[in-house]
């Protein structure tokens, strides 16, 4: 899951949030799940905190993808992007086990 670091507006049309779904042997590629702006945004972060799924912010690739519609898979320009954070999740993931 992908949130921007607030931006310099403490506008909440600046917030924003977006869920990608990625099962390994399952999906071809990470698509969108959820998406949001201003309070929806809100409750996709807490949905994803609550359920125990890791929260990144990356700004520049969370409005990249928040361009994508629902069930929608991440274009191949993307791909190394979502896969540099996939890796640090899993990396975060390890090290917290042992």
């Known amino acids: 899951m992908f949130e921007p670091e607030r931006l310099e507006r403490d506008d ?4 924003i ?3 990608l779904k990625y099962e390994i042997g399952k999906d071809y590629v990470p ?3 959820a998406k949001g702006k201003c309070e929806l945004a ?3 972060v807490e949905t994803a905190i609550n359920s125990g ?3 990144v912010k990356s700004p520049e690739l969370a409005h990249e993808l ?3 519609q629902l069930l929608e898979p991440i ?9 540099e954070v ?3 999740i899993q990396l975060s993931a390890t090290k917290a086990k042992e």
């Open 53 to 55: 799924v890791p929260v």
């Open 75 to 83: 274009p191949s320009k993307l791909y190394l992007a979502v896969a």
């Open 12 to 15: 909440c049309t600046q917030k």
């Open 66 to 68: 928040f361009r994508l």
């Open 42 to 44: 809100k409750k996709i």
């Open 86 to 88: 996939l890796a640090f």
């Open 31 to 33: 698509f969108v799940v």
């Open 17 to 19: 949030a977006v869920a």
